[in-house]
């Protein structure tokens, strides 16, 4: 078994060894190296979004897509903290994962399982204007996104985007946006 040396080696290995998708452009943002995975996929246009810091540290690992504009503002931000794969279950301690087998096994498990819930759109003329993003992880933890540029009190007083007229609803499941990643046995990374 070839040992991996950092978060920027396994990633690759995991997503390229797919197939599903094409070696990374990579940027420099601040102190932040992002990689972005475009899927091999000629009908998708799905990314894989990857912020490593010069540590070996993951920062974040985001699936974009423009078909959910809300799933895309519901990660955005979104960063991994130091205990987020910590056998207690709770999210804590400083930003950003270490490269360790614990950590590499959850960030496996995630991409192998793909994107779970699903996201609302209510469709005015083609343009989005409110999407609801259930993830299913809680009840608590629906998220609804308003894509008008309207006020405050003119969202407060005026008439719900579901109840305007010519609206339509979108449901989408965001497992059909990003299915997880198959065709690479774990015991190879």
Known sequence: ?????????????????????????????????????????????????????????????????????????????????????SEDGKSYGNPA???NELNRKGIFEMLERGLTGTETQFILNGEILKSIVDTYNEPQYISRYDFTNRSYFKKLFSKNIEKMNGIEKREIKLNEIFSGIKNVSQHRV
Do not use: C
């Not at 959910?68 to 979104?78: A, L, Q, R, S």
């Open 1 to 85: 078994m070839q040992e991996l040396k950092d978060w920027k080696e396994f990633i690759n290995k995991v997503l390229i060894d797919s197939r599903q998708f094409e070696n990374p452009k990579t940027e420099f943002k601040g102190e932040a190296e992002i990689e972005t995975f475009k899927s091999t996929d000629q009908n998708s246009v799905t990314e894989i979004r990857v912020g490593y810091l010069k540590e070996n540290l993951l920062i974040y690992l985001h699936i974009f897509s423009p078909i959910i504009p809300g799933y895309n503002k519901f990660v955005e931000g979104d960063y991994f903290l130091q205990h987020d794969f």
């Open 97 to 99: 994962l270490e490269f």
